[in-house]
T-cell receptor, first 115, second 116 residues
Framework: DQQVKQNSPSLSVQEGRISILNCDYT??????FLWYKKYPAEGPTFLIS?????DKNEDGRFTVFLNKSAKHLSLHIVPSQPGDSAVYFC??????????????FGKGTLLTVNP | NAGVTQTPKFQVLKTGQSMTLQCAQD?????MYWYRQDPGMGLRLIYY???????DKGEVPNGYNVSRLNKREFSLRLESAAPSQTSVYFC???????????????FGSGTRLTVV
């Protein structure tokens, strides 16, 4: 049973417009949510995170929104740039005992920003 | 400032062969992880090590073993490779010691493994 779901395998937007990537989760015990960006032939890199007690976190062009009641989060990129073209993974963090935390990833969404 | 280093970057194995994927981090992180990435499946946790001297199974541990050699190094071993283990393998490390903004993992660049 997948606990973190990214239902859109791909998204295509025009340069300068807004990109909205969505993510749903099922486990209310997650205490942090993170977005990772991955280019081909590279490892994922951390982009932005949000605590489960917050509803918004902003960092430059990137904003993550969290709706706990709906168990839904979204990543907004404004304005989108061609260099943002990558696979975006949503991930959820939970304490699995003591000081051990584990990330659970969604399947990813391929974002293509067209010039 | 290497971060997480994985070797090798590419490998082709024959079914039944064994090999060890190496991972080392220089950030003094306590926790280390092995993930595999398959098309349409996202990143799935194979094994993790919360701290030096401990290892635990993740979501897809069958066919793999791990060793946390010291705080820096965490290796993944395939004893008898199978075509189903063809994948891209990522090692990651993490620490919580610096607060919530650093809960994220640092990933290596991956090992692309093909089993024929």
């Amino acid at each position: 049973d997948q606990q973190v779901k990214q239902n859109s395998p791909s998204l295509s937007v025009q340069e300068g417009r807004i990109s909205i990537l969505n993510c749903d989760y099922t486990n209310s015990m997650f205490d942090y949510f993170l977005w990772y960006k991955k280019y081909p032939a590279e490892g994922p890199t951390f982009l932005i995170s949000i605590s489960s007690i917050k509803d918004k976190n902003e960092d430059g062009r990137f904003t993550v929104f969290l709706n706990k009641s709906a168990k839904h989060l979204s990543l907004h990129i404004v304005p989108s740039q061609p260099g943002d073209s990558a696979v975006y993974f949503c991930a959820a963090l939970m304490n699995s005992g003591g000081s051990n935390y584990k990330l659970t990833f969604g399947k990813g969404t391929l974002l293509t920003v067209n010039p | 400032n290497a971060g997480v280093t994985q070797t090798p970057k590419f490998q082709v194995l024959k079914t039944g062969q064994s090999m060890t994927l190496q991972c080392a981090q220089d950030m003094n992180h306590n926790s280390m992880y092995w993930y595999r990435q398959d098309p349409g499946m996202g990143l799935r946790l194979i094994y993790y090590s919360a701290s030096e001297g401990t290892t635990d199974k993740g979501e897809v541990p069958n066919g793999y073993n791990v060793s946390r050699l010291n705080k820096r190094e965490f290796s993944l071993r395939l004893e008898s490779a199978a075509p189903s283990q063809t994948s891209v393998y990522f090692c990651a490390s993490s620490t919580r010691s610096q607060g919530p903004s650093n809960y994220g993992y640092t990933f290596g660049s991956g090992t692309r493994l093909t089993v024929v």
